[in-house]
């Protein structure tokens, strides 16, 4: 696959308008992902063409792969959640502005390409002297993690909140959110990543620890303001049992569902019926489930306006050095089979990144 990509690589420094797109063919293993070249369309109305500066790898990758991320498209297409890039062209009815600048933007797929095509209206603004890579670590994640901490659960500082997966992308980004809001946080991780669960300003527990849940309650025995869960399956009764009165269950994903033969709805179909049941009872406590996406088929302008503010917010923070992007590894974009078996290996804290050569 390399020699594919730095043949196709040449012809875009040479100034020919081709990009290099790797695709997910199937239900494969990381190595099965496939390179094409292809000719780069100039965008239509109100679309844009950004030169992509790095990618990341995430975890709906990983269900994509095997078939099970909801509502992905079917077999084959070109995977990629986000990236940092500068827009080159512009279609019709676009602001001429645009051109040249450095932007952000949430795709779902398509952005594992040296150019993807991106709607002008879902461009996220981002300052020239950011490190890209840095900057890729906390779009869906920062602004998942801002959206839940201060939208949805609202814990007040001086609060207690529990992170389950404290490691990975949403909860690293997570911690530091919370701690510089005053809020303790307790996260889960494995006992290798508990050195930096500490050092974001975490007070770590084993997340394999057969007994968990009780060392939870051990550290805050009153209960805690906040559950930040997207593990979901059985365990979420567990975390619901953590919130003291008044507290919130916010949970964000199935992971545990990642590998198991279902049908891809069903682990979310009993999410949603636990949450309606619980919400439904006198108990002062409430839950729900975050997603990322709720709202814009309804009203995209308003949707991505929010999704602007939230993520300056974390721009900013970034930009200052108060929040610390949690980079696991970069890779050159023709190795993505290289870095999905590595985000896949769970050895990893924080966001692997791919990049053009």
Do not use: C
Request: aromatic share 6%; no cysteine; glycine share 10%.
């Amino acid at each position: 696959m390399n020699s594919h990509i730095r043949e196709a690589e040449t012809e875009v420094q040479a100034g020919r308008t081709r990009r290099i797109e790797i695709v997910l063919p199937g239900k494969v293993e990381p190595q099965g992902l496939q390179a094409r070249t292809t000719t780069a369309r100039v965008p239509s109305a109100g679309r844009t063409l950004v030169r992509m500066e790095s990618t990341g790898v995430s975890f709906a990758e990983q269900q994509m792969r095997r078939g099970t991320y909801f509502k992905q498209p079917p077999f084959p297409f070109v995977p990629g959640y986000d990236l940092v890039g500068v827009v080159d062209e512009i279609g019709e009815g676009v602001d001429p502005s645009w051109i040249g600048r450095r932007v952000a933007a949430v795709t779902k797929v398509g952005a594992w390409s040296t150019m993807v095509d991106v709607a002008a209206i879902d461009l996220l603004p981002v300052p020239a002297d950011l490190d890209a890579a840095a900057v890729e670590a906390v779009i869906v994640n920062g602004i998942t993690a801002w959206q839940m901490l201060h939208d949805r659960a609202r814990v007040r500082r001086g609060g207690t909140i529990v992170v389950l997966g404290a490691n990975g992308g949403v909860g690293t980004a997570l911690v530091q959110l919370a701690r510089i809001a005053g809020i303790r946080v307790i996260g889960t991780a494995a006992t290798r990543h508990h050195e930096l669960v500490r050092t974001l300003g975490a007070e770590p527990v084993d997340a394999r620890d057969p007994q968990l849940y009780k060392r939870i309650r051990d550290l805050a025995p009153d209960g805690v303001d906040a559950v930040f869960d997207h593990v979901g399956g059985s365990g979420i009764r567990k975390s619901w049992s953590l919130l003291k009165r008044g507290g919130a269950l916010i949970a964000y994903g199935t992971a545990s569902s990642m590998g198991r033969k279902s049908t891809i709805a069903l682990p979310f179909l009993q999410l949603f019926a636990q949450i309606a049941l619980w919400n439904a009872l006198p108990n002062g406590r409430r839950a729900e489930f975050y997603d990322f996406w709720a709202g814009k088929a309804r009203n995209p302008e308003k949707y991505q306006a929010h999704q602007a503010t939230s993520f300056a917010h974390v721009v900013e923070l970034l930009g200052t050095g108060t929040l610390a992007p949690q980079i696991a590894a970069r890779f050159p974009l023709d190795e993505a089979g290289d870095a999905l078996a590595l985000a896949e290996s769970r050895t990893v804290a924080g966001k692997i990144v791919l990049q053009p050569r």
